[in-house]
Each structure stands twice: as C-alpha cells, then as structure tokens.
C-alpha cells in the first residue's frame, strides 16, 4: 500500500485517532455503559472515512447528493458519536448526555442525530438499506457513493449475504462495504463460534471486488480508499483487519471488553497510554 | 333479496392504479420478492422495467432495500405475500422502516387466508396484530375496489411508513362510486339501531350480505368499514357504538390483537358496555379449505353472521337490547316510582 500520500494528513488523522480513543473511553466510563473494544478497533475507520472520504457536509446533513454511510455494526456507536461531534454535526459537550434519560444519544444509532442516516443495532440490517441507497444513486443518475461497516460477528446473519447478492446483482459500484475483522465477538474469536474464514472468498464469490487492510493503520485505509471502486460493475469490500480494543493494552484482542466499563484504575491507566501515544505522535510531528 | 354486484380482485385494482400513477412519476418504485406475478405486476415490469426493482426471494432484504431507495426520496411500493412479508421480515419493517421513519409502502398481498389450503404458512392471521404492536406504521385493509385505488392514491403521497393489506379473491362493490376515502376515517355503509358490524378488509362483505338478511327479520343492523385500523378512527366507532344495542367485530385475521381487539378497547375505555362479540380466526389450527370454505368454518359469511348477531342480542338478558324488547308496552310509573 503506498504510503507516499499527505504525510501531513496521515498524521493529523493518527493524532485524531488517539484523541478519539480518549473520547470514546471518557463517554463510556463518563454514562458507565458502552461498547468499548468494538468502539476502538473500528475508530480508525471512520477517522479515515469522516475527515478523508465521505462528502458529507454538518451545516447541510440532507443534501440530497451526499454520500451515505451507515454503521451497520450498530454497536459501538460510541465511536461515531464521537467522530460526529468532532465533524460539527452535534456539539462536543453532547456527548456527555450519552445513554442519559431523555438524550437522543441512544446506545444505537439513530436518525434523531445529525448525520447519521439509519436507525441500527439489530445486525444484519445495513448492508439491505445501503444496497437500497446505492440503487437510488444508479436509478437518479446521482454520483454520491454509499458506505457501510459491518462487525464481523454480524456476518453470521443470513439476511447479510441477501444484501450482497442483490449489490454484485445490480453492479453496485457506488457501495463500499468494510468489514470490521477484530476477529472477537461477545462469546469469544468468531472462528470458534461460527466459522467465518475463507472470508476473502467467500465475498469474491458473491461478486465483491476485495481488498484486505490494516484496519487500524491511517495510510493503509486511505490508500485502500482512495482506490474505490475496484471493478467498475462490482461493488467493493473492505477487508478491515483489525485490534478489538486497540491502542488500550489489556484491552487489546480480549472479548471480555466487547460491552464493558472500565474500572477507576483502568481508565486512569488506559488514559495514560493513550496520553503517552499521543504525546509521542505530536513530538514525531514537531521533528 | 337485496345483493351487491360483483367487482374485480382488489389485487388486479392495485397493479393498474400504480401502474397509470408510475407512468406519470418516475418517482414511484415497485419492489418485487419474486412475487410480481400473484401480485399482478408483471404488466408494470414489463412497461416500467425501470420502476421495478426484483430482490428475489429474500423478504428482509426486500424490506431493508426498500427502506434505503425511501430514504433517498423515491416512492417505494413493496409488494410480497402479507405472510412473509410481515413474519419473516418483521424486524426490517420495524427497525429500518418505522423505527427509522422512512415512509416504505408496503404492500401484503394475497392476506389473510387468501392462499387457502396452501396451509397456515401461507396465512397471514399474526400482520395486523405484529404490526399494531410497533411504533410508527400506519395500517390500512381496503374492502372494496373503491377503497384498494382510493388507498393506493392515497398512499403515494403519504408521508408516513405505511402498511397496506389486500386479498386475491374477487370483491363486491359495498360503496357508491362517489364516496370520498381518506385513510383513517372509516366509511359508514349502512345504520342500525340494533346491532352493528365493524368490519375490515374482505369481511366488511359477509357483514353487508348479513345485514340485508337481518334487515328482514326486523333487525336494525348497521356496518361500518374500517379500513384503516391505524390511525383507528375512534370518534366514528363511538358514534356507531352509542346508536346500535349490539356490536359484533369482524375480519379476516386472529381475534386477538386485530380490529376486534382494538374495538373492544376503545369501548372500554369510552365507558360504552354493549353486548360485544368478536369474529375472526379462534386460537387453533385454520381448518384446510379455500378461502370460502374456510370463511364458512369460522362463521365469517352471511349467514354465520345472522346467527352470530341474533345469538348475540338472545343471549344478552341485561342489555340494552333485551330492555328495548319491553320498550313497545307502556311503563308502569309506579312500579318505576317504586
């Protein structure tokens, strides 16, 4: 993957990542509820899509020609709280409401937020309503592109691979799907729940373009983006693989965080890595 | 004997009102689950190939691609069999299209127990209770062919999820040609001071028929056609239930959770006690039969419903009815007095 690009790009994005963390763990322990691995192994993913590839615009969230993404892993909606309110499309100080009696920051997406296009968290729903989008786009002669992220956990749900039937069906290269690929679900790795692997293929034969990225490496994404769509006629499938937990140690690749709320201690101690990521991240910058 | 004329199946009035309506707006979408052809549109597949979108057999994502093409704008019509659709899809149409409010018209055909002996798969007796139960969808079961178009009219400028429910079979007319249908407001077809039938969907029928049969005997029968069962018009079913000694709710569906179920909740809560029978589909197996035989079974014909109406008002000794038999002989004031 080239790495040539907006150096200075790459490295806002990999401090905002770092800040994002930060914010999302502060929100959690803050409403002391939360999906906190799946929050941080996809942050990367929307950092990238938000500040780098969607045209979406907060003083105009309806334009009709925006492109559309829907977070069809519906859980950690932490993250896209967070990556929202940093883009303008609610204030800041919002996200402190999260969860808390009468806020419209339910523990799902939902429309009531600006910006964000579907209502989520029952899985296996996106994907049906993005191909629904994406075939609106091609009947209106619109440019606007359509993206959707799935946890991996939710690939099990069969109504998933209807979706991908109709997208490769209607040529939908205006549908970017990524696939959250943290590898863990609630129970545990999801090779030993269901068995998802040869992943890869299995797209491939349901007429995806494929790529596979560091789901957590800023360049990486932005170079897989950059390239979409893949095949002209095909739509594109974003590999993302990725760390549940990322960038917090004892969080890192263990499922017991998937919905759980850190301790006083453990937020003190995942704060301070974070903290030190981030100072390190500014001081390489400054160089 | 007084009868009703004979019209076409509301499924054929549909598909030619979409059809003329698409012809001039290119906004209007039909979704098909490889169902174009019990739903009677394979003539707008073939003129409007573009205004078709066919998902295959795949209920939930022929509900989830709905609601994305909505979102977008477009006027989205989705068509599958009411039993499918509102079962196997019911968790799309309530998260990605009421809970998301987009404003999906989704069409259940071939409904209720149109499918006949296909068996209880193909039996939708659950859609209007599953769907009363979810925020946001409003719910409309026309009766005739005046209310299938007029609800499909009305429906392409609708701006809310919108659930409509239609059978297979052919209907009589139950309205003049002139009647003004909005959905929401139901459509009084006859007045009784005795009982009165509120009825939806193809039951309205029976109900009319029995009313004539009723009417003969000496009894004042009333029926009013609720179509829409959301919003549930309360006003028009107070004022018929104030007027009438009896009510007996009829359809095509569960008794439980259904139009009869609503009625009797309203009543209730409006302090309005009348002797009160629901018909409907009982909580057991649908016997095997066509779609008559099956009516027959369960009382829901013409005269199944003069039985049910005068054993009704027979067997209600402390009603408003049973009291109006001694309204005739003059009152004894003092025994009044006393």
């Known amino acids: 993957m080239s790495r040539t690009y907006l150096p200075s790009l790459v490295h806002e994005l990999e401090i905002k990542s770092v800040r994002y963390r930060k914010t999302i763990l502060s929100m959690i322990k803050h409403a002391n509820s939360g999906h906190t691995g799946g929050s941080l192994s996809c942050i990367d993913i929307l950092n990238v899509l938000y500040n780098y590839v969607l045209n979406v615009d907060p003083q105009n969230p309806g334009d009709p020609k925006r492109d559309r993404y829907i977070h069809s892993k519906g859980h950690s909606v932490e993250a896209l709280y967070v990556v929202l309110a940093d883009r303008g499309f609610l204030p800041y100080d919002e996200l402190y409401t999260f969860e808390r009696y009468k806020s419209r920051l339910i523990g799902h997406p939902t429309r009531k937020v600006p910006g964000i296009e579907q209502n989520t968290g029952a899985l296996g729903h996106g994907l049906s309503v993005a191909v629904g989008m994406a075939l609106a786009a091609k009947k209106s002669s619109h440019q606007y592109r359509v993206f959707t992220l799935l946890g991996d956990g939710e690939l099990t749900e069969g109504s998933v691979w209807e979706a991908c039937m109709s997208a490769a069906h209607y040529q939908l290269d205006n549908l970017v799907v990524i696939v959250d690929r943290n590898g863990l679900q609630i129970t545990g790795p999801t090779e030993e729940v269901m068995r998802l692997e040869p992943l890869e293929e299995k797209f491939k034969a349901f007429g995806f373009a494929v790529r596979s990225v560091d789901g957590n490496s800023i360049p990486d994404l932005i170079g897989v983006f950059d390239q979409v769509p893949f095949e002209m006629g095909k739509p594109s499938l974003i590999l993302a693989n990725t760390v549940k937990g990322k960038g917090v140690s004892f969080m890192e690749n263990n499922a017991s965080w998937h919905h759980r709320v850190p301790d006083d201690q453990e937020f003190l101690q995942a704060m301070q890595e974070l903290d030190w990521l981030e100072n390190q991240l500014v001081e390489n910058g400054t160089k | ?338």
């Open chain 2, 1 to 338: 004997m007084k009868t009703l004329e004979m019209g076409r199946p509301n499924q054929d009035v549909v598909a030619e009102t979409l059809l003329s309506l698409a012809r001039r707006d290119p906004e209007i979408l039909v979704v098909t689950g490889d169902s174009r052809g019990s739903a009677k549109m394979t003539n707008f597949g073939r003129e409007l190939p573009a205004q078709l979108v066919e998902v295959g057999i795949a209920e939930q994502n022929l509900v989830g691609i709905a609601a994305g093409l909505a979102s977008t704008g477009k006027k989205v019509f989705a068509f599958s069999p009411a039993c499918f659709l509102t079962a196997r899809a019911l968790e799309q149409i309530k998260n990605d299209v009421a809970y998301s409010d987009h404003p999906v018209r989704l069409i259940g055909i071939s409904a209720g127990v149109s499918y006949g002996a296909l068996g209880s798969t193909h039996h939708s007796l659950h859609d209007l209770a599953a769907l009363q139960a979810i925020h946001n969808i409003d719910i409309v079961v026309p009766a005739d062919n005046l209310e299938a178009e007029q609800a499909i009219l009305a429906a392409a400028d609708y701006n809310r999820p919108l659930y409509l429910r239609f059978g297979k079979r052919p209907v009589y007319h139950l309205h003049h040609p002139k009647t003004a249908f909005e959905i929401g407001k139901a459509l009084p077809i006859r007045e009784g001071s005795d009982v009165t039938f509120i009825a939806i969907g193809e039951a309205v029928a029976p109900a009319v028929l029995a009313s004539f049969l009723l009417e003969e005997r000496g009894i004042s029968c009333g029926v009013v056609s609720f179509h829409t069962l959301r919003p549930f018009d309360v006003q028009t079913l107070l004022e018929f239930a104030l007027s009438s000694r009896a009510i007996i709710s009829v359809e095509e569906h569960s008794i439980y959770g259904g139009l009869g179920s609503t009625v009797a909740s309203v009543l209730m809560e409006a302090g309005i006690f009348r002797p009160f029978k629901r018909v409907g589909f009982p909580d057991d197996y649908t016997v095997t039969g066509n779609q008559a035989e099956i009516f027959n079974h369960y009382g829901i014909t013409p005269e199944g419903l003069v039985k049910t109406a005068v054993d009704l008002l027979e067997s209600s000794p402390h009603s408003m009815y049973s009291i109006s038999k001694r309204v005739g002989k003059p009152l004894d004031s003092e025994s009044l007095a006393n």
